[in-house]
Each structure stands twice: as C-alpha cells, then as structure tokens.
C-alpha cells in the first residue's frame, strides 16, 4: 500500500440506527481524531440502512444516504465494513449472509443471532475469507469477548460464572435495597429505560443464557444450542426469599454458570444466592459481572455496564476499529473454531455437588420438621442450619395452625438429590405451595 492511501477514509455501513447505533455515530463524530489515531485512518460512516427513514434519531446524521434497502450498503463496493446493530432473528440472519457474501467485515451487537446461527454464520464468513466481530453482543461495554479470545488464550478455562443480564440484576438489587416487591422492581426497570415493554427474555433467563452460549463457544470451543441450557428466571424470587438470604450473610443474583467436570460442560443460568462481599454480590444495579478462572492465571474478575447506549457502542466501535487495523481477521481465524454439529452431549447434567438454600412453607404442627428432615436424610442430604420464621399470616391462629417458612441451608450434596427430595417434600399434606431451591455460591 503506497503511504498516501493511508489518509484514505474507511468508508463503513450502518444497519440499524437506534439506540445502539446512534451511539455509535455519536464516538464516531464526537471522537472522530482520537480513533482516526487509533485505526491509522478516518472512519467514515457512509450509509445507513433502517426500518422507519423518518424516524427522529437522537444523533447528529452526517449527510448520508439512509434507506431502507441493505443493497444500498451490500452493492456500493467503496464500503468495506457493517455494522450490523438490530435485533431479533430475521432480517438480521439474511441481511448478515448478504452482507458476508457481497465481501463486507460484520461487526454485531445481536447476541440472539449468534447464539441461534452462530456456527453457520462463523463458517460462511471463514469460509469466504471476511470476519465477524461480537463484542457488543456480550456484556455491553465490557471486553469479555477479546479477553477469553485473546488475552487468555495461553489457559485452558476451567470456569465462566456471571451476571449477564442488567435488567434482572437491577430489579434484584432494587428489592434488596428498597424492599420493592418484584412487580415494583419491574415497573422502575420499565420507567428507567432498563427493561423492555416486555422484559420476558430478560426476567426468564434467556438474554443471559445466549451469552453463556456464545461465551462458552470462545472458552471451551463447544457449540451448545442456548435452548438445551437449563434455565431459570428471577420472576420466583420474592421479597422474602431476598430477606432469609440476608439474614444468612447472602444476595440473590440471576447467575450464569459454565465449568468443566469430567471433561463434559455443566451449564446453568439460575438465580443462586452469592456470598455478602463476593464481587458477585457486589455487582448491583444494570452492572454485569464476569469471572473466569484458568488454570494458569487463576481467578479473574470483570465488571461494567452490561447494557445502555454508550458502553455498548463503545464496544462496537472498538470491533470497528480492530477490523479496520486487521487485529479482527488474525483472532477472527481462531475465535472458537468448531465444526457446527459438535454434539451438545458433551453438556454434563446439572448435578453439581453444592450447597443449597431451600425455603419449604409448612402448617405449624408438631412433627412437621422431624417428617421434613426425614425425607432429605432418605436422600442423603444433610442439613447445615434450619431456620424458622413466623408465621405468615396468623388470622385466626386459634382454629387454623398457621404457615411458617423454613429455611434450610443444606451441606455440599448433588442438586439431582435435593430436587428428588423436594417433589417427595412438596407431595406431603402439610406443605403448602410449591418449595424452593437456590445454589449456593461460597466463593
């Protein structure tokens, strides 16, 4: 290349111009010197592809074509790489592949795409020599991505645990610290701009466990289809729950798991109690939270905002800018590289051995704890503390024996064993709805 190319302008395409992609146009102008130092050349957003080209945009356009058509960013041969910033499935899925095949480098910030066509789309783009780069679609603004890809590429990675999803964390940590009941905790989420009108993907565990998917790819190069994860959402977690678990010296987060055991993967995405002063407890609000331990460097611990317009559009324009500099074609070759049908039975079933924290509401009557503690014995569970609360709702504790909760915390004994003993728990005359049972995390 001779040296006067190097002031030659990267011309890029933008699909998608909401929240994320306008702020991505804002680093973009406002920082246009300090990342035209970074890249070696100007980056220069050339056109843009939307839903709704009448739409107001909450960034300061430079004057360029917006439509509605991907050709006008796949068939102009001057744009060289797209970001690609809408969600959902399809169009995405289609105008990747378009994008991909008319010789465009992708960055993304859709964490559902890879996590549904991931190996198929990681396999198109090798195959015809172009990149994706997926920082944004992990944990927002945090480098989690380049970390495991790059950074610890020297460990093998013995185990990913985190918080990945801002919206459940911000309601769980709202009714910790106000004691807002869950629909309480939801609204503000909705009224702040954290949830979406319907917060299901986020309150149910699936946000997060497409990113354990995604994150586990890079960390231990097997492709598990995000549906096969077993999953748990925050929508069980009430405001008792979240007391009981501060009286024992723990918080209540939505906690994403993978490690090895055995060579096979134990994967899970469940809210778990974390220990008070554990970075884990520690991470509040829309905050997300990585820790990964490896087997050289040991424990690692990350956190940031996981969400929001700029630290997710900070993410973007760094993959912009590694693309530009060439860094994301060399990772690009190895970045989780496995064939698409690598077989999911390498997902070890859920039964780690921890410790549980189990709350089980029962009449008040003698012998009710002695027939409780008797069917986990017959499961081999032993107890490390019961605690009894008051009762729930006396009434008219004269006719009605009331309802008092027990919280048991268990020793270390597999999880297959204590969900056996609670369907028996659950079965008997006394106990009234349904018991529940949290991991729980020391360390």
Known sequence: MAHHDLAQPVRIGLVGLGTVGSGVVRILVDSADHITRHAGRPIEVAAAVVRDPAKERDCTLPAIPISTDIGTISQDPSITLAA????????????MVELLESGKDVVTANKALLAEHGPELFELARRLGRSIAFEAA????????????ECLAANRIESIRGILNGTSNFILTRMEEDGSSYAEALALAQ????????????????????????????????????????????????????????????????????????????MRVAPALVKIG????????????????????????????????????????????????????????TTGLLSADTPAAKLAGV????????????????????????????????IASVIQHDPIDAGDATTVPPDVALVIMTHSCPSGAVHEALLSIDRCDVVRGKSVCLGVLDE
């Open 138 to 149: 992990v944990a927002g603004g945090i480098p989690i991505v380049a970390a495991i890809g």
């Open 191 to 266: 009224a702040k701009g954290f949830a979406e009108a319907d917060p299901s993907m986020d309150v149910d565990g699936t946000d997060a466990t497409q990113k354990l998917a995604i994150l586990s790819h890079l960390a231990f190069g097997v492709w598990v289809p995000w549906k096969e994860i077993p999953r748990t959402g925050i929508d069980t977690v009430d405001i008792d729950l979240i007391r009981y678990a501060a009286e024992l010296g723990y918080r209540i987060r939505l906690v994403a798991v993978a490690r090895r055991t055995d060579g096979r993967l134990a």
């Open 84 to 95: 690609l910033l809408v969600g959902g499935l399809e169009p995405a899925r289609s105008m």
């Open 351 to 382: 039964d780690a051995s921890e410790r549980h924290f189990l709350r089980i509401v029962v009449t008040d009557r003698p012998g009710v704890l002695a027939r409780i503690t008797g069917i986990l014995g017959d499961h081999g569970i032993s």
């Open 278 to 333: 554990t970075p884990l407890a520690e991470t509040r609000g829309a905050y997300n939270a990585v820790s990964i331990v490896g087997d050289a460097v040991g424990r690692m611990f990350f956190h940031g905002l996981g969400a929001g317009q700029m630290p997710t559009a900070s993410a973007v324009v760094a993959d912009i800018i590694d693309t530009v500099v060439g860094r994301t074609a060399i990772t690009f070759r």
